[in-house]
Nanobody, 113 residues
Framework: QVQVVESGGGLVQPGGSLRLSCAASGSIFIRVEGWYRQTPGKQRELIAAITSGGTTNYADSVKGRFTISRDNAKMVYLQMNSLKPEDTAVYYC?????????WGQGTQVTISS
């Protein structure tokens, strides 16, 4: 079975840092392509993406503060620095396989003083 699992969320103060991890498994071809976040009552939004070739792109709201990286196509990270209260959300990892979308269960990130 295909599985996508996020980890690393938690509670940090404004200005702090967290690193999220995403592990995809279940197929040789599955590839993690990005991170999204969602708050209650709002749509899930793309915050960071990485192509198969390693090109990255970011939402304007996190550009310069967040960095997406990977060990390989199935192990991807999101380094979050200079965190702000508005970064509080559930963060989701997104993977693709055979034209289908796969999502992790989400990990809660809370930034509060």
């Amino acid at each position: 079975q295909v599985q996508v699992v996020e980890s690393g969320g938690g509670l940090v103060q404004p200005g702090g840092s967290l690193r999220l991890s995403c592990a995809a498994s279940g197929s040789i071809f599955i590839r993690v392509e990005g991170w999204y976040r969602q708050t209650p009552g709002k749509q899930r939004e793309l915050i960071a993406a990485i192509t198969s070739g390693g090109t990255t792109n970011y939402a304007d709201s996190v550009k310069g503060r967040f960095t997406i990286s990977r060990d390989n196509a199935k192990m991807v990270y999101l380094q979050m620095n200079s965190l702000k209260p508005e970064d509080t959300a559930v963060y989701y990892c997104h993977a693709v396989l055979g034209g289908r979308d796969y999502w992790g269960q989400g990990t809660q990130v809370t930034i509060s003083s």
